[in-house]
T-cell receptor, first 111, second 116 residues
Framework: EAGVTQSPTHLIKTRGQQATLRCSPI?????VYWYQQALGLGLQFLLW???????NRGNFPPRFSGRQFPNYSSELNVNALELEDSALYLC??????????FGPGTRLTVL | AQKVTQAQTEISVVEKEDVTLDCVYE???????LFWYKQPPSGELVFLIR??????QNEISGRYSWNFQKSTSSFNFTITASQVVDSAVYFC?????????????FGTGTLLAVQP
């Protein structure tokens, strides 16, 4: 069974640009979570999508948004990039009340 | 407020030593989950264990064991006879049962370096 996949692996942008990160959950998983792992800030919850709806949001500005598609894959968009947005962005998927399984992450670098 | 504390930032051991990673949590919820994840240098978080708050039975899986004590709000992780492949950052996390708590609160992680 394929695990959670994320693309791209690396993304380099300049300040002010927009970044789009993608995540495909494990087959059968309907929930997708996004986390940010920035240097010195640890792993922080960003967004949770389930059945196409945003269910919960972490303490991040509206520049961070996303969506979940009918096939349960998800997209994270970060607008007006700032230097401090540089981080590893991890996506996780979950089925029902089970544990979250993580993908390999997308490393975003903002120059 | 929910919080997870991993006081050990870095631990260095020599191969075959036993090592315990500490985790202390805070929550007002009566039901919750506790987790341990491993993050090797590749970056992907690898799930190790999930524990329900109402199940305080300790668990052993090969060289790994977990000690859950609600009285001290601790969920410690022991690796017996450590190996170089155990070198990674280990995260303890707290999760809820649903709704607004359906997310993981992570500790800051413990970097374990196992020297040959």
């Amino acid at each position: 069974e394929a695990g959670v996949t994320q693309s791209p692996t690396h993304l380099i942008k300049t300040r002010g640009q927009q970044a789009t990160l993608r995540c495909s959950p494990i087959s059968g998983h309907t929930s997708v979570y996004w986390y940010q792992q920035a240097l010195g800030l640890g792993l922080q919850f960003l967004l949770w999508y389930d059945e196409g709806e945003e269910r919960n949001r972490g303490n991040f500005p509206p520049r961070f948004s996303g969506r979940q598609f009918p096939n349960y894959s998800s997209e994270l968009n970060v607008n007006a990039l700032e230097l401090e947005d540089s981080a590893l962005y991890l996506c996780a998927s979950r089925k029902g009340g089970e544990e979250q399984f993580f993908g390999p992450g997308t490393r975003l670098t903002v120059l | 407020a929910q919080k997870v504390t991993q006081a050990q930032t870095e631990i260095s051991v020599v191969e075959k030593e036993d090592v315990t990673l500490d985790c202390v949590y805070e929550t007002r919820d009566t039901t919750y989950y506790l987790f341990w994840y491993k993050q090797p240098p590749s970056g992907e978080l690898v799930f190790l264990i999930r524990r329900n708050s109402f199940d305080e039975q300790n668990e052993i899986s090969g060289r790994y064991s977990w000690n859950f004590q609600k009285s001290t709000s601790s969920f410690n992780f022991t690796i017996t006879a450590s190996q170089v492949v155990d070198s990674a950052v280990y995260f303890c996390a707290l999760g809820g049962y649903g709704g607004a708590t359906n997310k993981l609160i992570f500790g800051t992680g413990t970097l374990l370096a196992v020297q040959p």
